[in-house]
């Protein structure tokens, strides 16, 4: 194995540019003659729209044109939508509000974007934005979820009577009736997982250019996924022909979910630039991100978790009302049911599991997947359930989770997923013993004399990612597959381009997928280059999202390496005049195995370009492309260890120990991954404790800027201790997982069950900030 192939701490590749300055962002990108847009957007969270008043704003300096959806809608510009189809238990299909990119009629939610003004400075832009004159009649609102549902709610959309999108079920409900009917012992509980804002470093922007002498539109975009931007842009939003159209996300400063999805900007900027003849760009500001990037979570459940006498799970129920916000976003339909409601079973062994979700509009932002989507938010209702039952029971909560792990591979879930592989014992081993789990009851006293109050908490974690396979997803509604592509290109020099539709946006993966490349063909990383995020260059791929860039993407790259080394072998042998079964390849070389006789890489490569002596019918050039599509999910899973002290006077809780065990499979870069590990345990640790978005009853978000919604900084967090075992994914030629998401699924249970085991209590909201850990410890007293 070279020095820098699988299984290396390479430091990456990409860093320099980021860390010198030199990344290229959307903001940073420049085109002649361009202008900037401001939008209007929604004072109320939901109004009727009587007039709207423009020429003051269109006299003002620098105005190049104020639009609004009434212009839109005339030019046959489309109604957003939301990319995957549920059907209610009853067999009809979700109800599905329109959404206007330019509301011109209703607005439902604060931030709702109602005109865009297009002017030559950013400044003249947003002046002018503030003369235009709309007039609202401002209507009841209603932000909370369970109360959307009651009949005194305001209707938020026609099509969705009593504002439900859909009430879905999975799993068996007589049998998780029965199990509970004769259970021993039932824990029951009420779960409430509360909304995050996702707040990547680089706040979304779009520039739309069109060139009218060739009726071509450009879009640079913080996209996750620039192909399937390109797609749902041109066949559903009529923005302009596919062919006509190139989208390109270049560096992204972050994304975590929120930069999936296609909003209303990018459609805008683009149809703004044929409008006005000049190319179009929009930068966030930071309370525009908060009030309008997809929001993440927003669950509240019930849950009933049956134990039969020797202390065994027989049966889950769980009931959730899950908040979509105002309008359906592309994929937040398969977030709180199959990205949910099919990971309830856990690491455990649960013979009868039912669940039942109600998605629910309110006058809030949109919702839609958030790192981990769905993940977090059955393993938060899991996790906190089975420390519960642990406590009421009177058993270790180690033990109790040990009793219960599924052992056996693979394994069939009462809730469609089928776990492939596994050792649960292997990562709650690790965690303990990486935690002194065994000491912990010392510290405690010790704690105790100083005057604080110390909790331990644990969370078991599995998630479903490598979002796959494309057969399976569509059965269940998705609109597109979840395949990816991959194309090596071996230059004449034998230097090698990866094009690959999987995006990076903070991943490391022009470190990690030119790793690949050095392991098969021992050439040096820094002759490697990975092309992703355009459109023009790469051919259609799916994206980056779910942890799917090494279990699918670095898939697609082994199989187009495959091609190569096979093209590559039979090259070599012609040349050595040796049996290409004879021919390996070492350390940037083509080998006769047993002999001295070689061929340089780049020799080999020049061959294959200059074709003066090739094999016979074979085609110049060294050049294959692949389509990957997963058979299966992949199933990463781990053990999470929080140490908490508590000042009970002012309630501020410290996390003075995080150990965090995972199962990722075979690792490529253990740096990369463990990065990923601290990053996930930041944003959990985060929700757990800082982090909350609170709109009052009128739909004003009181939680816009950074004054308001806390954010985790690092003296918020400890050193972690982050270790991996791995049983190999058998489902994907790498034997990978996925690493991305781990961290913020399993944290935010492993924080609040060690602030209630200090405390003493049952349960506590998120965040729990010092006043309402203060409050708890308070009412304990009484």
């Given amino acids: 194995m070279g020095i820098e192939g699988v299984g290396a701490r390479v430091a990456r590749k990409e860093d320099k540019r980021f860390i010198t300055g030199a990344g290229r962002y959307v903001d940073d990108m420049v085109v002649p003659g361009m202008k900037h847009a401001a939008f209007v957007r929604s004072p109320h969270a939901h109004a009727e729209i009587k007039k709207i008043d423009v020429k003051k704003a269109q006299a003002m300096p620098g105005v190049v044109g104020v639009l609004t959806g009434k212009e839109l809608k005339a030019d046959g510009i489309g109604n957003l939508i939301c990319g995957w189809m549920i059907h209610s238990k009853d067999g009809s299909p979700m109800k599905m509000g329109a959404w206007s990119p330019l509301a011109f009629d209703r607005v439902r939610y604060v931030g709702d974007a109602v005109v865009v003004v297009v002017a030559e400075t950013k400044g003249q832009a947003r002046d002018a934005a503030e003369a235009v004159d709309i007039a609202y009649e401002e209507l009841k609102a209603v932000v909370d979820a369970p109360k959307a549902l009651e009949r005194s709610a305001p209707q938020i959309h026609p099509e969705a009577d009593g504002n439900l999108i859909f009430d879905w079920e999975l799993g068996d409900s007589a049998a998780t009736n029965a199990a509970i009917k004769a259970a021993a012992h039932i824990t029951r509980m009420k779960i409430v997982n509360n909304r995050l804002v996702p707040n990547a470093m680089e706040p979304r922007a779009a520039l739309g250019h069109y060139d009218k002498a060739e009726e071509h539109y450009t879009c640079w975009t913080t996209s996750q996924n620039p192909h399937l931007a390109r797609l749902v842009m041109s066949a559903f939003y009529n923005v302009a022909p596919e062919n006509k159209l190139r989208v390109i996300a270049p560096d992204v400063g972050g994304g975590f979910g929120s930069k999936i999805y296609i909003y209303p900007e990018e459609i805008i900027c683009l149809w703004a630039s044929k409008k006005t003849g000049v190319p179009v760009k929009w930068v966030a500001d930071r309370t525009e991100s908060f009030l309008t990037d997809a929001h993440g979570r927003d669950h509240v459940s019930t849950v009933e978790m049956a134990f039969d006498k020797d202390n065994r799970i027989t049966g889950l129920k769980v009931d959730t009302i899950a908040n979509l916000g105002a309008y359906m976003s592309l994929f937040s339909s398969c977030v709180p049911t199959y990205l949910y409601a099919t990971l309830l079973s856990g690491q455990y062994d649960i013979p009868a599991i039912h669940a039942n979700v109600r998605a629910v509009y309110t006058n809030t932002a949109p919702v839609d997947a958030y790192r981990g989507a769905g993940r977090p938010e059955a393993t938060y209702l899991l996790e906190r359930t089975m420390e519960t039952a642990a406590r009421e029971l009177g058993v270790s909560p180690a033990e109790l989770r040990r009793k219960n792990f599924i052992t056996s591979f693979p394994h069939q879930t009462p809730v469609i997923m089928n776990y492939d592989a596994g ?108 092309v992703h995020g355009d459109t023009d260059k790469v051919q259609m791929g799916m994206g980056t999202y779910g942890s799917r860039s090494g279990a699918v993407g670095m898939s697609a790259v082994v199989k187009a390496l495959d091609k190569v ?88 809780t410290e996390v003075v120990q995080f150990v965090a065990a995972d199962d990722f499979g075979n690792i490529i870069n253990p740096m990369i991954v463990e990065g990923q590990v601290h990053g996930g345990v930041a944003q959990g640790i985060g929700q757990a404790l800082l982090e909350g978005t609170r709109y009052d009853a009128s739909g004003q978000l009181l939680t816009a800027s950074y004054m308001d919604y806390a954010m985790p900084r690092a003296d918020d967090l400890p050193s972690f201790k982050v270790s991996t075992s791995n049983t190999p994914c058998p489902g994907n030629p790498l034997g990978i997982k996925g690493c991305g998401e781990a961290g913020a699924i399993g944290s935010p249970s492993a924080v609040i069950n060690a602030i209630t085991d200090a405390i003493g209590i049952t349960d506590i909201a998120m965040p729990a900030s010092p006043s309402t850990v203060w409050a708890a410890i308070r009412a304990t007293k009484h």
């Fill in 565 to 652: 080394e096979a093209k590559a072998k039979k090259i070599a042998a012609h040349l050595l005049e040796a049996d290409e079964g004879d021919i390996v390849i070492e350390n940037g070389a083509l080998k006769v195995a047993g002999t001295d006789k070689q061929v340089p890489w780049f020799q080999m490569a020049l061959a294959a370009y200059t074709a003066h002596n090739l094999p016979g019918g074979m085609e110049p050039g060294l050049k294959e492309t692949s389509f990957y599509d997963p058979s299966n999910f992949t199933f990463p899973a781990g053990c999470y260890v929080c140490e908490v002290e508590i000042d009970p006077e002012t309630g501020v």
């Fill in 423 to 530: 050792d649960y014992a292997a990562s709650l081993d690790a965690a303990m013993a990486a935690a002194d789990y065994a000491g912990f009851a010392q510290r405690k006293a010790d704690a105790a004399n100083r005057g604080k109050l110390r909790g331990i908490g644990m969370s078991c974690y599995i998630e479903a990612c490598g979002l796959a396979p494309s057969a399976a997803v569509g059965s269940l509604g998705a609109g597109v597959g979840l395949w990816e592509s991959a194309e090596v290109r071996v230059n004449a020099a034998g230097t090698i381009e990866v094009l690959t539709g999987s995006h990076s946006h903070g991943q490391g993966h022009e470190t990690t997928f030119a790793q690949l490349v050095n392991q098969r063909f021992g050439v040096p990383i820094d002759s490697v280059s990975i």
